[in-house]
Each structure stands twice: as C-alpha cells, then as structure tokens.
C-alpha cells in the first residue's frame, strides 16, 4: 500500500526522505515521488516554489532523476510510493499531487466521495492532470487557502469534506516552514528529532533519524515546525500525545548477509519463537500476564471464539480452530474479514472476538473490529487482537492485545509474522482451556513444553534448505501445484499454497486430502506437482489412502513427513524427512518451513522478485 514520508528541518531532506521510502518498498508500490520547497533567494527576500519528482517503477528510477537534478534540495518535503488504486501506474498518477503550484499532497487512503468534489472542482475551474482520487485532496486544500490564514486551517477545513480514509502529508510555498499532517482511517505516524520533525506511514521509515515516535490519533491534524509539533484532534481542540519511544533500531530492518528479506525473516523464526514466548511462560505454565491481566474475567466467560483476518493470518486462525475445538472443547469460527463485515453475522453472547494481523491496519480487519464493537456491550463480546506492531490501529481499538514479537517483517509473504501468530494462538488456547478448566495442569506442561523445543524443531526443518532447493527445481516448468493436508494440516497446505503463488506467480490450490475425489483428480497428471504433508498421526493411513489415488493417476508427489511416519519413497512419490516427531501443536508450525522454503527457491528459480511481488503489498490499508 502507499507510504508516506515527510520532514521539516534544518538540512537537506531529500536524502532522509529517499531511504524513508526505500524503508517503506517492503508496503508494496508502483511508483514514487518527492515534492520539496525550494528558496529562491533574492537578497531582499526569500521566495519558495513547489519542485517535484516522479518516476514511475522502483525508488532507484526516482533516485537517479533526482541526482540528474542538482538543485533538487531543500528543508522541508514529502514523499510517496504509490500502490494504484485508482488509475494506472503512470507518472502523472504519481504522488505528490500539486494544486496551481501552491498545495503539494501526499496520500495513503481512499477518498470515497472524489467523484461528487471533483465534479463540483471542475465547476469551480479546476483541472485534473492524474486519474487519481487523491487530486481532490490537493484542489480542496487550495480552494481552502483563499479563505485561510494557515495552512493547519486549510486542511482542517478541506477535510470536512473528505469520506473515506486518508493519511496525508500537505505542504505549501505560502507557508514555507509548515507540514500539516492529517490522519483518518491510514496510518501516520510523526518522528520527533532535535529542531527537526518527521511523518511516515510507519516508524521504520525513520529509524535512520530519530527512535520518538507520536503515534496520531483518528481525526488528528497536526502542524509540523521545526520549532515543534501541535496537534489538533477531530474536533479541533489543542491536544497532547505522549511521545514514544520505539525498541526497533535502524538495523532492524537491514538485509545482512541474505539476499532477500524473506529468506532472512524464514530463517529468523526460532528467533522470533523465542521472542514471543519471552516472558509469557515459565517452565511448565502459561504465565496468567500473557495476554493482560484484565484477560482473566474475560477469558473465563467465553463461550466460543470467533476469528477475523485475510490472507496468512486467515491461516493462522484456520489452524487454531482445531485446537480450539479439539483441545479445549471450545467452538471456534474463522472468517475472512471482506466476507464477515458484509454479511449480517449472528453474534452470540459471551464471544470472544479475535482479530489477527501481521500489520495491524489491513482496512477489512479492523472494519470488521469496528463493526463488532457497536454490540459488544450487548452481547458482551470482548475483543483481542494478535499483532505485530505495537501502536498499530487493531491494538489500539481492541479490548486485549498480543503482541507477537516477530520483529520487523519486510517481505510482502508474511513468514515469521505467522509463526508467532500460531505460538499466540497456542497460548491463548492453552489459557482459556486452563481458566475454564478444559484441560489439565498436565496438559498445559505438555503444551509449554512443546513450545519450547519449538525453535529447536524449526532450526532442524531449516537444515533442509538444500533438499527443498532440489525440489524446486522440478517446479522450474509448472505452471500449476496442488497441496493437500489433513486436519491441521490442510490450512498449512492452504498457507503453502499462498506462498508458492504470491511470489513464484505459479497457481496453486490447496485441498483438503479426503476432498481429492470430489474434484482436483481430475487434474491429476505428470504435469501437476502434488504436494502432501504428512505427519505421524491419526490421520497420516487415510492421507496414505489418499497419496494412492494421486499415485494411480499418474501424479507426482512430494510428501513431507516426521521422522516417524515412514510413507516410504517409491515411483512418482518422493518424500523428505524434514523434522523429528512433532506434537499436535508443533506440527504445523514446524510443517510450514519447508513449504516457505520451497515457496522461496520456486521464486529464485522463477527471477521474481521475491519481497516484492508484483501488485501484492504488505499492509493493505483499502478494502
Ligand atoms: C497482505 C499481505 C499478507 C497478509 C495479508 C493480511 O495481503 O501481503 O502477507 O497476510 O495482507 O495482512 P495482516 O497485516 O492483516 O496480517
């Protein structure tokens, strides 16, 4: 999705503003640009001008127009990667957009109503040079400033009229110490350095500049100086918010020795296991603090859970519906947020309403959070969120919140995100069926120690990395794959199913085994990998039965299995040992590295571009 980046200060900002948004790539974007004021001194006196930049493609064309340029410098700019939404990828569709050389505006959201303003713009004599919703913006901005004194209140008043989502960067030569920065529904964040301020989509962007991080409220507007930051909320009152500091570092989110994102987030998962569990278990117990202490009363009164998220984190929810039901005996439903926020769901009392989300912002999710929210006193619906980013919108509307300490995740295929979403998920099964008395002391031991071989069983799936580089190669011609799983099994067949698509763009489909003769046998031929997962368990004889079927139709299989389930390699079905005996809990999350790996040396083979893939982003803040 779009990134935003902005800075008022005392040096140059150009450089500042570039590595922000080359720290913003991993959100997804088809092209760039930087609108800055630039002083042209007269020995009497200063007069300013909007000078701006585009390109359409990655940062590095927008970067060489601007070393083309020497006098592409100033103190005060924003800057933008476009994901289209509306229009196509084109210069002109580039961000900033620039009103009659007075109002330059960057945009992450969409402005729902453009059609009726920009309608009553033309009347007004505007004209549009872009195809996009967000020109609407920079008009109203500049049809306010004939009226206004400031700029704050020009685009206070500009976005009475705006429906929809925005987080905006908005600049003017009229004004030329001043960035006003707005939030509604996107996020934005403002970094806080020494005589010199900054605003982003997210504090990655300016972790090279500053660690002090305001995080903007819903309706906040705020006037940026660099004398200081004020902030206005919705209703236009003077408000405070606390500045704080972020944990991440700007190494963070470096490459290091791989060669690209995703690899190294793959292979920071036992890490990032270990992270997550820091602190929420002791030797043999879920810690009561896990998930908050007021979680106790909430927890012992849940009656059945129901789970809200898209894409990978759908996933990780799909997984955990079978612990829940299984484990705890505690009904659990999943549903993909797009779907859930548009339908009339029946709420029952005494639900507890799970959001899970790498990011924290995707728009359906918390649409549907939202929408939950307005019965929750009736129903006595309480609401957890499982996220990766603290300060992100899920957490803040949430009743409960789990941080998953994953680290900064930059590859647009969610990996290590997901991996400590499933360790959330297992602890919050474990707690519940605890409080409520579902399981017993023995069994949490078990469950706790489980996940504590956890990164050790992931490093041991990782030292296959060369085995399933092998494989890859066999998917270097295909233009199809099928993977199947049962129990759950199947929603890491689905997950591995996503990843192979999202970044090798081979179409892949996941099935559940028993499901095969209903339909996908009759795809089966030489041509079409299929791809089984099989651990030893009460399944693993009916998933044989299964392989069979693909076997006597002439399929080719890989089949990934523990070191006790023995299938047993024979003509077309080649099977790889890639972790020791897992637990009901560790499986699919040990299960799942492979597939990612496989996902990863499918793409390399393919030459895509693996943290990037094309029209794919990494915090999809539009529904
Ligand atoms: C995008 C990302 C996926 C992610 C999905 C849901 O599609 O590319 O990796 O799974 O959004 O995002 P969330 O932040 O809510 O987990």
């Avoid at 403002?190 to 990655?204: N, T």
């Avoid at 009759?522 to 399944?539: G, Q, R, T």
């Avoid at 070191?563 to 799942?592: C, M, W, Y």
Wanted: glycine content about 8%; charged content about 20%; some cysteine.
């Amino acid at each position: 999705m779009c990134g935003i980046v902005g800075g008022v200060a005392e040096r140059n900002v150009v450089p500042i503003l570039l590595e922000g948004l080359r720290r913003l790539e991993y959100r997804g974007y088809d092209s760039s640009g930087i609108a800055l004021l630039n002083s042209t001194e007269s020995p009497k006196k200063a007069s300013f001008q909007i000078q701006r930049l585009r390109a359409v493609g990655k940062i590095k064309e927008l970067d060489s127009k601007i070393q083309q340029n020497s006098f592409f410098d100033g103190n005060i700019g924003i800057a933008h990667t476009r994901w289209a939404t509306h229009g196509v990828p084109s210069e002109n569709n580039a961000h900033p957009h620039i009103c009659n050389n007075e109002v330059a505006v960057v945009h992450n959201g969409i402005i729902e109503n453009y059609h009726i303003l920009k309608e009553a713009q033309l009347a007004e004599g505007y004209r549009f040079t872009s195809e996009t919703d967000t020109e609407v913006v920079a008009h109203a901005v500049h049809y306010e400033l004939k009226t206004s004194t400031s700029l704050l209140s020009a685009v206070q008043q500009a976005i009475t009229h705006f429906e929809g989502a925005y987080a905006l960067g908005v600049i003017s030569p009229k004004f030329p110490d001043t960035l006003i920065a707005a939030r509604k529904g996107s996020p934005l964040v403002i970094g806080v350095g020494i005589g010199e301020f900054f605003i982003a989509s997210d504090v990655s962007a300016l972790l090279p500049v500053t660690q002090n991080f305001i995080f903007l409220e819903e309706g906040d507007v705020a006037e940026l100086t660099r004398q200081g930051v004020t902030i206005f909320n919705g209703d236009g009152e003077q408000v405070e918010r606390e500045v704080k500091q972020s944990s991440l570092n700007m190494h963070s989110v470096e490459l290091g020795d791989h060669r690209h994102y995703m690899h190294k987030e793959i292979f920071e998962q036992p890490q990032a296991v270990i992270d997550t569990l820091e602190g929420r278990i002791s030797q043999e117990h879920v810690l009561p603090s896990a998930f908050g202490y007021q979680a106790e009363s909430i927890f012992k009164e849940v009656k059945q859970v129901q789970i809200i998220a898209c894409g990978t984190s759908y996933h990780a929810g799909l997984v955990s519906k079978y612990w829940f039901e299984d484990i705890i005996g505690l009904p659990c439903s999943v549903e993909v947020a797009s779907e859930y926020r548009y339908r009339n769901p029946v709420v029952q009392d005494n639900t507890l309403f799970v959001t899970i989300s790498q990011s924290g912002e995707t728009a359906d999710t918390l649409a549907a959070l939202q929408q939950i929210k307005q019965v929750a006193n009736e129903k006595n619906v309480s609401t957890l969120t499982i996220c990766n980013v603290p300060e992100s919108s899920l957490t803040r509307e949430s009743d409960l919140t789990f941080l998953t300490h994953a680290g900064p995740e930059i590859g647009v295929a969610s990996t290590k995100a997901f991996t400590t979403q499933l360790v959330a998920l297992s602890l919050l099964v474990t707690v519940i069926g605890k409080l409520q008395k579902r399981i017993s002391e023995r069994r949490e031991t078990i469950i706790v120690k489980g996940l504590q071989k956890l990164p050790g069983l992931i490093q041991s799936a990782l030292a296959h990395e060369e085995v399933v580089k092998e494989i890859a190669k066999n998917f270097s011609d295909k233009d199809n794959a099928l993977f199947l799983g049962r129990g759950t099994m199947y929603p890491i067949a689905m997950e591995g199913a996503l990843k192979l698509k999202e970044i090798s763009y081979i179409h892949a489909e996941a099935y559940p085994a028993g499901e095969l003769k209903h339909g996908p046998l009759a795809l089966i031929d030489e041509n079409i990998p299929v791809i089984a997962i099989a651990p030893h368990n009460d399944l693993l004889e009916k998933l044989k039965s299964n392989l069979q079927e693909v076997k006597a139709r002439g399929g080719q299989m890989i089949v990934f299995e523990d070191e006790q389930s023995n299938v047993g390699s024979e003509d077309g079905l080649h099977v790889v040992k890639t972790t020791t005996n897992v637990g009901r809990i560790t499986a699919p999350i040990t299960f799942n590295v492979p597939l990612q790996l496989l996902a990863y040396h499918v793409a390399l083979i393919k030459g895509t571009d693996v943290d990037q893939p094309r029209n794919l982003a990494k915090s999809v803040t539009v529904e």
